[in-house]
Nanobody, 125 residues
Framework: QVQLVESGGGLVQAGGSLRLSCAAS????????MGWFRQAPGKEREFVAA????????YYADSVKGRFTISRDNAKNTVYLQMNNLKAEGTAVYYC??????????????????WGEGGQVTVSS
């Protein structure tokens, strides 16, 4: 079973940047897609970004396209989410998750598991 630990969250002003990291252990990291999701208070968990096992394909929610970048370092078993030009609506708990199998494209919640515990990102306006 894979274990995922997120880091890098915090408080930032609107327009600022943060980089989230997710370190994985316990499974062959390079064989699975990885994704980032977020859940704002009172809302359902939503897809943010995903990356294929090789890093060759990336996918983004329309709301973050052009501002967020997902990347991975398979040698370090880590996936990153660089978030630029953050907006107040980006305030949420951000979760990383591993793909359930080796599919290249995975963007739906049911295509991921297990999940990290999440990290809070707060964007002040």
């Amino acid at each position: 079973q894979v274990q995922l630990v997120e880091s890098g969250g915090g408080l930032v002003q609107a327009g600022g940047s943060l980089r989230l990291s997710c370190a994985a252990s316990g499974r062959t990291f390079s064989s699975y897609a990885m994704g980032w999701f977020r859940q704002a208070p009172g809302k359902e968990r939503e897809f943010v970004a995903a990356i294929s096992w090789s890093g060759g394909s990336t996918y983004y929610a329309d709301s973050v396209k052009g501002r967020f970048t997902i990347s991975r370092d398979n040698a370090k078993n880590t996936v990153y989410l660089q978030m630029n030009n953050l907006k107040a609506e980006g305030t949420a708990v951000y979760y990383c998750a591993a793909g359930i199998d080796g599919r290249i494209r995975a963007t739906m919640i049911w295509e991921f598991g297990p999940w990290g515990e999440g990290g809070q990102v707060t964007v002040s306006s």
